[in-house]
């Protein structure tokens, strides 16, 4: 059984940081992604940021560039979101997901099968 399971999420003033983990478990499959996305209370999910164990590439959400680093350990299959410089605007929740690599090539919801169950992060201003 495929697990992931979030955490990291909390409360944090405006400019200040927080690192998230998604631990993943259960992957039948070496080639994947693992993908980044968040839900602010209202809004539609959107992707944030996805890293492959392919090649280690990395592509990010223009909201967050240049503020959100996400990283992995492939051997322990988990991934680390570091999100520096926080807004009030990326209060959400954040969910990682994982995906074939062959797949999961963009942010995009239905390209990934399995995902956590969320870790909320507030910003306050």
């Known amino acids: 059984e495929v697990q992931l399971v979030e955490s990291g999420g909390g409360l944090v003033q405006a400019g200040g940081s927080l690192r998230l983990s998604c631990a993943g478990s259960g992957f039948f499959f070496d080639d994947y992604v693992i993908g980044w996305f968040r839900q602010a209370p209202g809004k539609e999910r959107e992707g944030v940021s996805r890293i492959s164990a392919v090649d280690g590439s990395t592509s990010y959400a223009d909201s967050v560039k240049g503020r959100f680093t996400i990283s992995s350990d492939k051997s322990k299959k988990t991934s680390f979101l570091q999100m520096n410089s926080l807004k009030p605007e990326d209060t959400a929740v954040y969910y990682c997901?994982?995906?074939?690599?062959?797949?999961?090539?963009?942010?995009?919801?239905?390209?990934?099968?399995?995902w956590g169950q969320g870790t909320q992060v507030t910003v306050s201003s």
């Open positions: 997901a994982v995906g074939a690599s062959w797949l999961a090539t963009d942010l995009i919801e239905l390209q990934y099968d399995y």
